[in-house]
């Protein structure tokens, strides 16, 4: 339905890649309307002429850049800008070169001028979006580009995820005007632009989007391809599957077909292979007459040759029954908020290793394209969950919610269809599916997903009761979220196991389906101890741990299917109730281990060590 592709920007023979990371103007328009920047069309001329601008790094929250509190809470509109030159090269429209303004990704809803000309804009954080810049650029060779990049992080009842904006009217306790942003979900709304920005070039006619699926049979591999070129209709496809070192395995040519691959070298998870994560390359090349030139696109595409597929019981990948022993993970970190840090990705698989996990959830939200692709690289499996967090009002889920939720998952999938390490998409987590109108709305965004990737599993992450749950129907997979003697039975570690034994087989007598624990666990401060164990101290959270892994063991090798720790590391939320965030990490916010860590990497190398 999206019908383009957003295929991630890669260099190649025919295609320049411009990252615009570094430093950016910023402006926050603290106007109370916050519309000065529009009523004053800041994009018009460049914004340090419309006032004080500030320095602000990109990609990155802004929120706790400065020591500004009111921008750290900040609602409205802000601004970014940057001003760049572009190659001669680039600006030549006689060299049928296309220019494309490309955005990892912004939180929530953006707004993209080049040269004072609005050339996109896009609403929702967590995924790209881009637009073909030439016509604007190649106009005025010799000038610099201006992009004007304006974002506001407000959340209604039909955002993705929702919020409520709330006006406190009462004088004699808030001043004139005041207001708040309300949210249902257990993170902080970090905003700014949160992905790398870049500009990259293709010819005019280009390799829109590629799509692969594979399976094998025996000894054969199969990769089905599908091409999209757009820009022209004059042109051939000339296909090849490499592997790394370059040794092509199979070849073909057009838009669509199918790449035979004997002794395929399959993708396997983290732990089950000597050699997990086992990547081919697929290279298209595309040539094509425009005006008496032959243009050529070049694009390389990582895959991985694996199969998906569950059971009643079983997730089965390549036909081998598969647990999640993995972790729930957040994109969060010191002062840069939910924005993309090399170093902070690199750590984090480390631990991920190190503690032995072979998958992770992306609650709640899709991380960025950088890191999936090491997730595809090093066997992470994931389950790929969208921003439906903090659904808990009847207001989120009307039609145009839905309309939305269901673009999102066409933009999700259009961005993650390609990666093997993606073995399950997750449409929510937590959403209020008791309510009536949650069984309409989840059975169309399923049955959407579903028809967009017939490939995959799909399902959403409940915390309802099984007998209320109007959504699980139509899920493949049961996901449970539960926390015994933490918000419940508070204190009381003895109730766990008897609690979590009853939650098991209620669902499972319910639905006949696989279940995950797709959250448990509990807060500790780093550094807290106290024996007997009380909670908040690192003994009680070790002590929930246990209690969770020994109800695990009992229907582990009959239908449940994977634990996921919540969570892999502290991370921040809104003030309220909890201590400068969430503790529940078996991380601390600065990647250090608690002692919980230490109890997760002994059971899950014990565990690898079993089923290997
Ligand atoms: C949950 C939510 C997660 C929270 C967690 C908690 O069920 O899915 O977003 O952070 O519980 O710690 O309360």
Redesign the pocket.
Known sequence: ALGRGILYPRESASRELKELTGIWSFRADFSAQRDKGFVQRWHQRPLRQSGPVIDMPVPASFNEITQDPNLRKYIGWVWYEKEVLLPRSWLLNALNTRVVLRVGSAHYYTIVWVNGVQVTQHEGGHLPFEADISKIVQGSPGTPCRITIALNNTLTPQTLPPGTIQFMRDESKYPRGYFVQNTK???FNYAGIHQPVVLYTTPSVYIDDITVTTSWAGNIGVVRYQVLVTGGTHYSLLLNLHEKEGKVVATGDGPIGELKVVDPKLWWPYLMDENPGYLYYLEVKLSAQVGGNLLEDVYTLPVGIRTVHVTSRQFLINGQPFYFQGVNKHEDADIRGKGLDWSLIVKDFNLLQWVGANSFRT??YPYAEELMDLCDAYGIVVIDECPGVGMRDPENFGNKSLAHHLLVMEELIRRDKNRPSVVMWSVA??PASELTAAAYYFKTVIAHTKAIDPTRPVTFVS?ANYTRDRAAPYVDVICV?S?FSWYHDSGHLEVIQLQLNTQFENWYETYKKPIIQS?YGADAIAGLHNDPPLMFSEEYQTAVLKEYHSAFDKKRKEYVIGELI?NFADFMTDQGSRVLG?K?GIFTRQRQPKAAAFVLRDRYWKLANESS
């Open positions: 979900f257990d993170f609650s709640h987590n937590e915390n979220n926390y959250e919540w969430n529940k």
